[in-house]
């Protein structure tokens, strides 16, 4: 039997709880639940050799590694959710885009590492939430899209819940006071050693 597409309503629903996610994503992913912020240069990096450390870089964590595969299951579902039809390669081609366009983000921002690792773990990540949709449309048949939208709303309530709790707390999963102006090197008038002050426009 093929799967009944959620009502108008359901499908409004799953189109709001995409847009949260996307911008959660790109919250966590840029500035790691911090207040958005430009830094400066010492922050911009590329890795192109994935799993390896790099002689401008260490090794990706194993933490990191998780968290990244960890986020990017729910865009998979999500794909799945609002484009059935998709062969599973165009779903993937889609999540890789999404992680590309973070890690070209992070670059130009300069807020983070462009690490091909993140790459490959971000879109492997999607391939499971693809799997996954795949599974509960066995068991779940015709209710599949109606029964993951409400899953996906819990999630989400449940996302906000955690990160507002983290944000509140004095836990911090990204670089704090970062600086966020450019700073220019004059002579100080009264001792002669350099001294940094906020360049002007």
């Known amino acids: 039997m093929d799967e009944k597409p959620p009502r108008a309503g359901g499908r409004v629903l799953l189109v709001v709880l995409f847009v949260v996610y996307l911008f959660l994503l790109a919250w966590i992913v840029l500035w790691k639940l911090e207040i958005p912020f430009v830094g400066g240069g010492g922050l911009r990096q590329v ?3 994935p799993f390896a450390a790099t002689a401008g870089a260490g090794a990706s964590a194993p933490f990191e590694i998780v968290a990244n595969f960890v986020l990017f299951v729910p865009f998979g579902i999500y794909l799945g959710l609002l484009a059935p039809l998709w062969p599973w390669q165009k779903a993937a081609c889609v999540v890789a885009g999404a992680s590309l366009i973070l890690e070209v983000a992070q670059y130009v921002l300069a807020v983070g590492s462009s690490d091909v690792t993140d790459l490959i773990v971000n879109t492997a990540g999607g391939l499971v939430g693809i799997g996954l949709l795949n599974l509960a449309r066995r068991r779940l048949q015709t209710r599949t899209a109606i029964v993951m939208t409400r899953v996906c709303l819990i999630w989400t309530v449940l996302a906000l819940l955690a990160i507002g709790i983290f944000v509140a707390s004095p836990l911090r999963y990204g670089p704090r006071d970062v ?23």
């Open 179 to 201: 600086a966020v102006v450019p700073t220019t090197s004059v002579p100080s008038q009264n001792t002669g050693t350099l001294a940094r002050v906020n360049a002007s426009g």
């Open 47 to 49: 890795k192109l050799v």
